[in-house]
């Protein structure tokens, strides 16, 4: 997608109501940003080690078909991928397990997969709600200054025109509120104060603010223009300075 505004993946906000493991992502890639270049969610321990590339809705036919919902930017890349790996609900209480793709083909916006050993409507059925996934290692490589929307969850936004002011964590992205694309931002609670579920910062993930993304660290830096922060949740002084403080504070000894 052209220069300046990057793109950003398919996933809809609601998604997260989905009855799908909460330790995995969607093959979706976001950004891309004038510098540097960005390998394709919070800390490293919470990364997870599946992708979802399809959720499988409901048998297809007599022979085991199934049809599924497509979770993935690059489903040609179906062609490639013959093992796959099947995540139950979070009602069932099993481990992924490997699976051979016999088949597939496109109906409409979905997909119908024919995995190897399930050759009939009561097998297909046993599989309703499952996801369709392949390891995170295995995502499609991305262009260069690209990166997935996953590797974004959980990375704290900082801003360096109000000195690296830590504006919180990013819990999701909007790409359906406006024309712009959307950091949805949790806003750190002020010192001594619980947090509130709508404290909440929209921030625009457009290229000429993005400064850097440091992924070891969780971190995005960032030039916001002045009053930015102040259209949809404005931040007090009060929060500025403690944050601030919170910022400058030294950890706490092991």
């Known amino acids: 997608m052209a220069s300046p505004r990057p793109p950003i993946s398919r996933q809809p906000r609601q998604s997260s109501t989905h009855d799908s493991p909460p330790s995995s992502v969607r093959e979706t890639p976001s950004l891309s940003a004038p510098s540097p270049s960005l390998s394709p969610s919070s800390k490293a321990s919470a990364r997870s080690p599946w992708v979802l590339v399809a959720r499988l809705i409901r048998p297809h036919g007599r022979r085991g078909e199934l049809v599924a919902e497509i979770l993935t930017d ?4 179906f062609h490639q991928r013959s093992r796959l790996f099947l995540i139950p609900p979070q009602r069932i209480a099993s481990r992924p397990r490997p699976i051979q793709l016999d088949n597939f083909w496109f109906l409409r916006s979905r997909i119908v997969l024919k995995f190897q050993g399930v050759d009939s409507i009561n097998d297909a059925e046993a599989l309703r709600g499952f996801s369709v996934a392949i390891p995170a290692a295995e995502r499609a490589p991305l262009a260069p200054g690209s990166v997935y929307i996953g590797d974004l969850i959980g990375c704290h936004v900082v801003d360096l025109n109000l000195n690296g002011l830590d504006l919180g964590e990013i819990v999701d992205v909007d790409r359906h509120s406006s024309s712009t694309e959307l950091l949805v931002v949790r806003r ?17 993930f457009v290229a000429q603010y993005l400064i850097r993304i440091d992924q070891p660290n969780r971190l995005l830096e960032m030039r916001l223009p002045a009053g930015l922060l102040d259209i ?16 400058q504070r030294p950890e706490d000894p092991a």
């Open 74 to 77: 690059f489903p040609e890349r």
């Open 188 to 204: 750190p609670a002020p010192h001594n104060r619980p947090p509130h579920r709508d404290r909440e910062l929209l921030i625009p």
């Open 232 to 247: 949809n949740a404005p931040i007090t002084e009060e929060e500025k300075r403690e944050a601030a403080s919170a910022h």
